[in-house]
């Protein structure tokens, strides 16, 4: 909350504006009705004619104030959420942004989308709704019970009254208590959004109408939960419009009371009355600020929440012309699973190194390259760079040295040269064409890409994700089954680029067994351990694991 309030101080000069206007339309809105009132009771008295002259043309000066104000208002409050709103989304973006691939691992797309959003959408209200209402309100009834204070002390201590009641006693007694955070809106969006994303699957595979019914249902939930706590702000409305109504009687039949036994003169009495009427009007919002406060509340903690989840203390890493990689007892769960997907993996990698990982499929070999280029990090163990912790090494700076071939990787809309320069943004014409050719992509610069590169075979796509590995030529590659839709022999050429120079330290995934016999060393994996780790010659004569794999793929 601090946070926040910081953030609304800086916009000092906008708050103070927006209370004045606000402070004075809420005023105005009083004058105009006890205004109204007494001009009733003293028209009625049949006063000289300027008097009426006079009194209507206050009531048109506080009609004219009330409404400028009121537009001041909502104008200069808006300026300070939709800044406030600017600087909310700056604070979190620009902390979650270097983590983005640690949190997309640990949280689902559409529940980490919606988390965001909606959150930063709670937070933007604040000003609006938890901290003006308060301000305003308290303002407005001092200046309105000091005014009664002068016509007659008991009228003010009923106003006090009904004040304390509508502001402090409904809100607190209607305050939210500590509910379970609502599920349904982030089941929702997540449920959509994955609906989206895989929306063609779900067509091949006959599902639409099953998760349509899924959807649908929690729809349904989401609009009860919605429902829900409409009702609780109507109720809340609906004590607070009760009680004013009630002191408003007060004020009635108390006024009447004095009226009758001269403690108070009937002229005043329709103004006074007005003014019970009019004031709680402003009063009405206060009955929603502690749920909108617990609502802010709970956004923020939620938001930091998510950055928490990457680490604080990070560190440059050093520049140095070889890379080394140190695995020591390595675990990692994925959340809400039981069983590891990599346990205790110990091995290091040599500067200028260059090792395979194999394994059958599911074996870990992915998780293990994500932990190593810190997509992820482990549940127990830890991974040295150079011998610096990779937890305390900034993301960037791990990246810039890092050469990196995913599994699956993603192409623009645009051309070939777009797609290639996202390597290496200031590579002239001639060196993209140049290593289209090392890559064999029969293509030319200016030939478009679709989305997601829906225009490119499997093979162009890893040949285009193996050119920007070229391209921006770091000294650690580290590259996930690179060439597993290439046919043989464009793959043996590859593998020799990959394999060329001596200085760089090399990291492939495969589970080809072709080609090894160049790789300083093979690392073996099975059921998320490490089962062998030798040159091919080692393992071969050792004739374990990989020696019968070698057998079976003959
Ligand atoms: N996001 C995930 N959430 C939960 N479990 C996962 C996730 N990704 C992988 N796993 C599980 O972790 C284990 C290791 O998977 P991993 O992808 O690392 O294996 P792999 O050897 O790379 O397999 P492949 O060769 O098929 O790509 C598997 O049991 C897999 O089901």
Redesign the pocket.
């Given at each position: 909350m601090q946070i926040l309030l910081h953030m609304i101080w800086r916009e000092k000069r906008d708050v103070i504006l927006s209370m004045t206007a606000g402070f004075l339309s809420g005023l105005t809105a009083v004058a105009l009705f006890a205004q109204s009132g007494f001009l009733i009771s003293k028209a009625a008295l049949m006063p000289p004619f300027y008097i009426i002259l006079i009194l209507t043309a206050f009531l048109k000066l506080f009609g004219v104030v009330k409404s400028t104000s009121k537009y001041a208002e909502r104008y200069i409050s808006h300026r300070v959420t939709f800044r406030l709103l600017s600087d909310i989304r700056m604070r979190f973006f620009t902390k979650l942004e270097p983590h983005a691939n640690t949190l997309f691992?640990t949280y689902r797309s559409g529940d980490l989308l919606k988390r965001i959003t909606s959150d930063v959408e709670v937070l933007q209200n604040f000003f609006l709704r938890v901290v003006y209402p308060p301000l305003i309100t308290l303002l407005v009834f001092i200046v309105t019970i000091l005014f009664t204070l002068f016509f007659s002390g008991w009228l003010a201590f009923v106003l006090l009254l009904g004040f304390l009641l509508t502001t402090l006693v409904i809100p607190a007694a209607l305050v939210h208590k500590e509910k379970a955070p609502a599920l349904t809106k982030q089941q929702l969006t997540t449920e959509l959004t994955e609906f989206l994303y895989g929306f063609r699957d779900l067509q091949l595979h006959h599902q639409v109408q099953k998760k349509q019914q899924a959807i649908n249902s929690i729809s349904t939930a989401y609009t009860e939960e919605r429902r829900q706590e409409e009702n609780e702000k109507q109720l809340a409305h609906t004590w607070n419009q009760a009680i004013a109504l009630f002191t408003s009687l007060f004020v009635v039949l108390l006024g009447a009371y004095f009226v009758t036994n001269d403690s108070l003169d009937g002229l005043y009495l329709a103004m006074l009355i007005l003014i019970s009427l009019t004031v709680f009007e402003i009063a009405i919002p206060m009955a929603n600020v502690p749920s909108y406060l617990y609502e802010a509340r709970t956004a923020m903690n939620r938001l930091e929440e998510i950055t928490e989840v990457a680490k604080e203390r990070e560190e440059k890493l050093q520049m140095a012309a070889h890379y080394s990689f140190t695995c020591r007892h390595v675990s990692f769960f994925?959340?809400?699973?039981d069983?590891p997907?990599?346990e205790d993996v110990s091995f290091d990698l040599h500067p200028a190194e260059k090792i395979a990982i194999i394994?059958?499929?599911?074996?870990?070999?992915?998780?293990?390259?994500?932990l190593l280029i810190k997509a992820l990090q482990p549940s127990a163990g830890s991974i040295l760079i150079n011998g610096q912790d990779l937890a305390e090494v900034q993301e960037e700076s791990l990246w810039q040295k890092m050469s990196i071939q995913l599994?699956h990787n993603h192409f623009f809309s645009g051309t070939i040269r777009d797609n290639l320069q996202i390597a290496k943004q200031d590579a002239a014409d001639s060196e993209l064409a140049q290593i289209l050719a090392k890559v064999q992509i029969p293509k030319s610069l200016d030939d478009v890409v679709y989305e997601k590169g829906e225009n490119l075979s499997g093979g162009e796509k890893q040949r285009l994700a193996f050119a920007r590995v070229l391209l921006r030529d770091g000294p650690l590659w580290l590259l996930?089954?690179p060439f597993t839709s290439i046919d043989e022999r464009t793959a043996a050429k590859l593998h020799t680029q990959l394999l060329a120079a001596e200085e760089r330290t090399v990291i492939v995934?495969t589970?080809k067994l072709q080609g090894l016999e160049s790789f300083d060393r093979i690392l073996v994996?099975q059921d998320?351990r490490l089962q062998e780790n030798g040159t091919f010659e080692e393992l071969m004569a050792r004739k374990g694991l990989f020696y019968q794999m070698k057998q079976q793929q003959k």
């Open positions: 691992s994925y959340p809400g699973m069983r997907a990599l394994g059958p499929s599911g074996s870990g070999k992915s998780t293990l390259f994500q599994q996930d089954e995934i589970h994996m998320g």
